[in-house]
């Protein structure tokens, strides 16, 4: 017996341009809030952006962006509907805000499902909330999406970043391309993640600072990109994704 | 109607199949369809139908359903999936993506939702008959 799911995969995802995979080692460093910012930065400048999120242990990005009664649209397939300009897909359509006591198996097909089943329109790119670690949706997510580039996050703790580490060394090992590391909520002038970052062979991108007022946007996308982290991500995302080249 | 999006698979797998045995003219293909997706065999039908194409054109499509199994994992009871009780949201949302029935099923007898899929899940391509 074939599962025939796994044929269309990168299929569904051909019309979008490059596939970014916000990710981290360590859960709690702010990384949903970094791939829904980010997305709404690349759209600000006039790109047209998905935002997928497949953290399904703690799906977020839907509280972030205040997004309440939406469905996807069935098609022929489901097609995400469009969220203050992203288009949007999550599992909270499906089991709202119940929770999801999956097994490494059922968050394997589960994610399988999904992106079988996504319609996505033509898009610049499409910003992936990905599952925290490096389990069994990570290792999925890396073997099934060919195009995928991995934008790390981490913050000043070095217990984040030691945990962070591991996972950016096994995207190394590889050969998964990396556009860089993140250093999100800080609070000081230290330089250890930086030196840390570059001691991987990895891009250190920048630093969005802690700012309380991000708390304050949760649900309100119009007031987070008025936040200080959100001009910090928007510069990132010019100067390394917009304009860099990637770094492996 | 998403099962257009599963057709479309089955169909881009079926022909990755075929190449792989070297099948130039297939004869019969046999998919089996988990009664948790609850898939509608018809529209599932009518929707290869539509797309096929050669070495699908005379193909027969035989399409199997198979009983959901759910195991559970805290007390062992095994028991056979029904839609029945359920409202129609959360049939559709199952539908979707079946791994949300542990968000919806619980085991009949401890009330865990801690159970395994035994059997029955989604959708599987069987077997290609044909000739080289």
């Given at each position: 017996?074939?599962?025939?799911?796994?044929?269309?995969?990168?299929?569904?995802?051909?019309?979008?341009?490059?596939?970014?995979?916000?990710?981290?080692?360590?859960?709690?460093?702010?990384?949903?809030?970094?791939?829904?910012?980010?997305?709404?930065?690349?759209?600000?400048?006039?790109?047209?952006?998905?935002?997928?999120d497949?953290?399904f242990?703690?799906p977020?990005?839907?509280?972030i962006?205040?997004?309440?009664?939406?469905?996807?649209?069935?098609?022929?397939?489901?097609?995400?509907?469009?969220?203050?300009?992203?288009e949007?897909?999550?599992?909270?359509y499906?089991?709202?805000?119940?929770?999801?006591p999956?097994?490494?198996?059922?968050?394997?097909?589960?994610?399988?499902?999904?992106?079988?089943?996504?319609?996505?329109?033509?898009?610049?790119?499409?910003?992936?909330?990905?599952p925290?670690?490096?389990?069994?949706a990570?290792?999925?997510?890396?073997?099934?999406?060919?195009?995928?580039?991995?934008?790390i996050?981490?913050?000043?703790?070095m217990?984040?970043?030691e945990?962070?580490?591991k996972?950016?060394?096994?995207l190394?090992?590889?050969?998964?391309?990396?556009?860089?590391?993140?250093?999100?909520?800080?609070?000081d002038?230290?330089?250890?993640v930086?030196l840390?970052?570059?001691?991987l062979?990895?891009?250190?991108?920048?630093?969005?600072?802690?700012?309380p007022?991000?708390?304050?946007?949760i649900?309100?996308?119009?007031?987070?990109?008025?936040?200080?982290?959100a001009?910090?991500?928007?510069?990132?995302?010019?100067?390394?994704?917009?304009?860099?080249?990637?770094q492996? | 109607m998403?099962?257009?999006?599963?057709a479309e698979?089955?169909?881009k797998?079926?022909?990755?199949?075929?190449?792989q045995?070297?099948?130039t003219?297939?004869?019969?293909?046999?998919?089996?369809?988990?009664?948790?997706?609850?898939?509608?065999s018809?529209?599932?039908?009518?929707?290869?139908?539509?797309?096929?194409?050669a070495?699908?054109?005379?193909?027969?499509?035989?399409?199997?359903?198979?009983?959901?199994?759910?195991?559970?994992r805290?007390c062992?009871?095994?028991?056979l999936?029904?839609?029945?009780?359920m409202?129609?949201?959360t049939?559709?949302?199952?539908?979707f993506?079946?791994?949300?029935?542990?968000?919806?099923?619980?085991?009949?007898?401890?009330?865990?939702?801690?159970?395994?899929?035994?059997?029955?899940?989604?959708?599987?391509?069987?077997?290609?008959?044909?000739?080289?």
């Amino acid at each position: 017996m074939v599962d025939p799911r796994l044929s269309v995969i990168n299929a569904r995802l051909n019309r979008i341009s490059r596939i970014i995979a916000v990710s981290s080692g360590k859960g709690g460093v702010g990384k949903s809030v970094v791939a829904t910012t980010l997305a709404f930065a690349l759209a600000r400048c006039g790109c047209k952006v998905g935002l997928f999120d497949l953290d399904f242990t703690g799906p977020s990005t839907h509280i972030i962006l205040g997004a309440h009664q939406v469905q996807p649209k069935e098609e022929k397939g489901l097609i995400p509907p469009t969220v203050d300009g992203l288009e949007y897909m999550s599992l909270i359509y499906f089991v709202g805000d119940n929770p999801t006591p999956f097994r490494g198996e059922d968050t394997s097909n589960a994610l399988i499902e999904l992106l079988t089943i996504t319609l996505w329109d033509k898009l610049d790119f499409l910003v992936i909330d990905m599952p925290p670690g490096i389990g069994d949706a990570f290792l999925d997510l890396v073997r099934l999406i060919h195009r995928i580039e991995f934008l790390i996050v981490t913050t000043p703790s070095m217990l984040a970043f030691e945990t962070v580490k591991k996972q950016a060394e096994l995207l190394c090992e590889q050969k998964m391309q990396i556009i860089g590391l993140i250093e999100n909520m800080k609070a000081d002038k230290s330089e250890s993640v930086e030196l840390g970052t570059r001691r991987l062979g990895l891009m250190y991108l920048g630093a969005i600072p802690f700012d309380p007022q991000v708390e304050e946007a949760i649900g309100k996308p119009q007031k987070l990109m008025q936040t200080s982290a959100a001009e910090a991500l928007r510069k990132i995302a010019e100067t390394a994704i917009l304009k860099g080249k990637n770094q492996r | 109607m998403h099962e257009w999006a599963l057709a479309e698979a089955i169909l881009k797998t079926a022909e990755e199949v075929a190449q792989q045995q070297k099948l130039t003219q297939i004869t019969e293909v046999v998919i089996r369809v988990g009664e948790l997706q609850q898939v509608d065999s018809q529209i599932l039908r009518f929707a290869i139908s539509q797309m096929k194409h050669a070495p699908f054109e005379k193909a027969k499509f035989r399409i199997l359903t198979a009983k959901t199994t759910l195991r559970c994992r805290v007390c062992g009871a095994s028991w056979l999936f029904s839609r029945s009780k359920m409202d129609k949201e959360t049939a559709e949302a199952i539908h979707f993506v079946p791994e949300v029935a542990h968000t919806y099923v619980k085991c009949p007898k401890c009330g865990s939702p801690d159970f395994e899929i035994a059997s029955g899940r989604g959708v599987w391509l069987e077997c290609l008959k044909g000739a080289k």
